[in-house]
């Protein structure tokens, strides 16, 4: 069961002019990349994980191998099999990877999930997905405990730290029934390549999340993320932040960093967070790749940068919500290197991105993937001229399905109907495409603001007041008013040491007229303590754009 030869050895065979991707009928990442990279060199080092605490852990392949062998055991030994869903409630730890090889060895299909979930959202997510098997650890328990009842369909519960009752102790079953750690037992378990393998929820910045169902093919995507946007080489020590609920943890500490050889930096926060922290961990650990949504970027550029030693850092990367240019200028001029953007969703691997040998625009997201055929297409499926906004469609008809796209939206046949038309799968996203195909994103479809007859996208007018030496983070929504309609409104998050006033209002706005067009800047500023985010640190608009609507307290989840 092998389907190395869509696995690259080494960054070089994964060239965009030298480009090709033949999936087999066969495949399963646990057993071709972690096992494949055991058996040929048992040293090779797959994880370093580090917690708050400054405790550290070290993986090989080969340790990863035969601890997800273990694990499927235990899992088959509990009655979980082929096709069961499974619902991975863990944070930061090595388990999370170890489990979830154990269940793609398995042909069982996981679904991680936020360690933020309140019980009634895990009530939810696993009723919606109808889960039947559990795996956490005694903070995920907790919350799974207070709301079991009310999921009829969950029958196995699997607990990594401590025990208690109707919980299965990982480590205590393993160590008492001695599961063999070479091989896993039993009949072979072939997977296709179009088999489910992976669920995983939406953030929801609007809305219920909706669930994305990924097939065993979904992985080999990934190679365009670690090869060419990480641009990572064998070897290499990849450090990327990110919750392992998200999708963006299969992205940047997953699939494809270890088909490229690279070693996962794992830095495990439980506790309050300083941005200063992670300055320190790329110092000391000597990071090559480092890849952080701009958030964090924002938070790390409010810090002195000069004072940390980046020798041996390559590559920075970003995704997850536009990333502001002047957050970048200041990144740059404190390291050395630039940010390099890339574009894809949960539902996608990357599909558009500035990769390590293409050259930079600043503020562009960057070209599109070889393997992905993007158009940007009118209200009507039309496709629209150079230079103009348009919808993000990716083609997939005439035969023709790029490998990392979703397979489909369980249990939302609207979702399906309203995404896939005509050949297309439609991103919901906005951007416009210049003379080289650079791509350059403008925001959701409904993030588009309509003023005066003009169309504005929220990020060109957030580009500008970010410049502002008074502002951390601005979002920008559309605010309905009786003489234009719509005028634009900033929600503002002042750096520390500035005071909202009606004086500081009247001078950010004073400063985007001196840059813009006139039509472009905010009417209205208001300065909040926070922005309303999605688990997955995207900005909820929405819920601005409400608040802009109907006023009242602004309530940050």
């Known amino acids: 069961m092998s389907s190395e030869s869509c696995c690259p050895r080494t960054a070089s065979a994964l060239k965009i002019g030298n480009w090709s991707l033949d999936i087999p009928e066969y495949c399963n990442c646990a057993y071709d990349v972690i096992d494949r990279f055991a058996r040929e060199d048992k040293n090779k080092l797959a994880m370093i994980w580090v917690n708050q605490e400054g405790a550290e852990k070290r993986f090989t392949f080969a340790d990863l191998s035969r601890l997800s062998n273990q694990a499927a055991n235990m899992l088959m030994a509990q009655g979980i099999k082929q096709g069961d869903r499974v619902f991975l409630l863990l944070p930061r730890i090595p388990e999370w990877w170890i489990f979830s090889a154990a269940l793609m060895k398995i042909g069982a299909i996981a679904c991680p999930a936020p360690t933020l979930l309140m019980p009634h959202d895990i009530q939810f997510r696993i009723n919606y997905g109808g889960f039947n098997a559990v795996i956490a650890d005694k903070s995920g328990a907790d919350k799974v405990d207070e709301v079991s009842s009310e999921c009829p369909k969950l029958e196995y519960k699997i607990m990594v730290e401590g025990s208690r009752n109707g919980w299965v102790d990982y480590y205590k079953d393993v160590k008492d029934s001695a599961y063999s750690t070479e091989s896993v037992d039993g009949p072979a378990v072939k997977t296709r390549a179009k088999d489910p393998m992976l669920l995983i929820f939406t953030s929801g910045t609007s809305k219920n999340p909706k669930l994305v169902q990924h097939t065993f093919d979904y992985p080999y995507g990934h190679l365009v993320t670690g090869g060419l946007w990480h641009g990572l080489r064998e070897g290499d020590l990849h450090f990327a932040v990110s919750d392992t609920g998200w999708g963006k943890n299969v992205w940047s500490n997953y699939f494809g960093q270890w088909m490229m050889g690279a070693c996962l930096f794992i830095y495990d926060i439980r506790g309050k967070f300083h941005a200063e922290e992670l300055l320190h961990l790329i ?20 810090n002195d940068l000069k004072k940390f030693n980046f020798k041996s850092l390559r590559s920075c990367t970003a995704a997850g919500e536009p990333l502001h240019a002047e957050t970048c200028r200041i990144w740059c001029e404190g390291t050395g290197i630039t940010i390099r953007e890339g574009y894809g969703q949960t539902e996608t691997a990357s599909l558009i991105a500035t990769f390590a040998d293409t050259p930079q625009k600043v503020g562009s997201m960057g070209k599109a993937a070889p393997n992905w055929h993007i158009e940007l297409h009118d209200d009507d499926g039309v496709e629209v001229p150079q230079g103009e906004i348009g919808r993000i469609a990716v083609k997939i008809s005439d035969g023709f399905r790029p490998v990392g796209l979703l397979d489909k939206y369980i249990g939302a046949d609207d979702d399906n109907s309203s995404y896939f038309v005509n050949g297309y799968y439609y991103t919901g996203d906005k951007a416009r495409v210049d003379e080289e195909g650079y ?66 209002v009247k001078d950010i706005q004073h400063f985007v007229r001196e840059e813009t067009a006139p039509y472009k800047y905010p009417r209205l500023v208001e300065f909040v303590k926070a922005l309303p985010k999605s688990f997955s640190g995207k900005v909820k608009r929405e819920i601005l754009r409400k608040h802009a609507e109907n006023g009242g307290e602004l309530v940050i989840d």
Request: some cysteine; glycine content about 8%; charged content about 25%.
């Open 439 to 504: 791509y350059w994103f403008c925001g959701r479809n409904d993030d588009i603001i309509k003023s005066s007859g003009y169309r504005i996208g929220p990020l060109e007018v957030e580009e500008i007041i970010m410049r502002h030496e008074s502002v951390q983070e601005v979002a920008i929504v559309g605010a309905p008013d009786a003489v234009r309609g719509v005028v634009i409104k900033a929600y503002i998050v002042l750096k520390s040491g500035f005071n909202g006033s009606d004086e500081l």
């Open 283 to 302: 110092e000391k650990y000597q990071i090559t790749s480092f890849c952080a949504p701009p958030t964090i970027y924002r938070m790390l550029v409010l």
